[in-house]
């Protein structure tokens, strides 16, 4: 059974700084690709920002571009998210999950049902 664990949220006032972590259980490397989606309050969950395991390319969503950063380790089992100059609007729980495999052609990185397993999440609070 493949668990996905996050840590790393907590409470940041605004213009801050936090670090995600994500911990797998089974070989990160062995996954097609990793990604963190979040989700506010009365709000779906969102496409934060992803990363594919072989290769490294990165994918993140407009929102977040140029402030967060996602990264990998294959070696430790373990996908990151630095996340700088924080806004209030970045208030969510924020959920890492891992894609087995890409099913067909119209597979995109950022759209959550192609995403197998999922963490508990993690609570990030922005103050203003």
């Known amino acids: 059974q493949v668990q996905l664990v996050e840590s790393g949220g907590g409470l940041v006032q605004a213009g801050g700084s936090l670090r995600l972590s994500c911990a797998a259980s089974t070989r990160a490397g062995s996954y097609y690709a990793m990604g963190w989606f979040r989700q506010a309050p009365g709000q779906e969950r969102e496409f934060a920002a992803a990363v594919y395991m072989t290769g490294g390319t990165t994918y993140y969503a407009d929102c977040v571009k140029g402030r967060f950063a996602i990264s990998r380790d294959n070696a430790k089992n373990t996908v990151s998210l630095q996340m700088n100059s924080l806004k209030p609007e970045d208030t969510a729980v924020y959920y890492c999950?891992?894609?087995?495999?890409?099913?067909?052609?119209?597979?995109?990185?950022?759209?959550?049902?192609?995403?197998?397993?999922w963490g508990q999440g993690t609570q990030v609070t922005v103050s203003s």
């Open positions: 999950a891992a894609a087995l495999a890409k099913y067909g052609s119209s597979w995109s990185i950022r759209r959550e049902n192609e995403y197998d397993y």
